[in-house]
């Protein structure tokens, strides 16, 4: 247990004290996938969906869920995000919505969770979305792609 940082001497989930740490930039990187059908394509492609826009209200909602992280991940810690670009991506080969954010702060810990979530999040509205037309849509291939700042260093997929 002791390689866990969110673990206390007795094995309790703790939330880590970062206080000591210096204020550094931080950023991160998320990517992630939602496959569709080509029926369902067209209609996003076309602004067809019922629902509206799916496209720009998954991106408003990625950038809620990047913002709302630690009131959704018992350990994270609350950050004030200096900037969150979600960009949604219609991927005609792939017959998929691709998905990046891209998360920054100044701050004493990493942001990787809010880049991770602000995927998520969007992928889970675009489901939301498109469900009405299509029940076995695919939500894939969500990792972190790369993260800077810290003492762990940068890291790059």
Do not use: W
Not at 53 to 73: E, F, P, W, Y
Not at 114 to 138: F, G, H, P
């Amino acid at each position: 247990m002791q390689d866990f940082t969110h673990f206390d001497e007795s094995g309790r989930a703790r939330m880590v004290n970062v206080g000591d740490k210096d204020i550094t930039r931080r950023t991160a990187a998320a990517e992630g996938r939602v496959l569709v059908n080509p029926h369902t394509f067209q209609l996003i492609r076309s602004g067809g969906m019922k629902k509206g826009d799916v496209l720009g209200t998954a991106q408003v909602a990625g950038i809620m869920g990047a913002k709302r992280t630690s009131d959704l991940i018992p350990m994270c810690h609350p950050l004030f995000l200096s900037g969150i670009r979600l960009d949604l991506t219609l991927n005609e080969e792939a017959c998929a919505v691709d998905i990046r954010a891209e998360v920054s702060c100044e701050g004493r810990t990493g942001v990787e969770m809010e880049a991770l979530t602000a995927v998520s999040t969007a992928a889970l509205t675009v489901y939301d979305m498109c469900k009405a037309v299509q029940r076995d849509m695919e939500i894939t291939d969500i990792r972190l792609v790369s993260k800077t700042g810290g003492i762990h260093g940068d890291y790059h997929c």
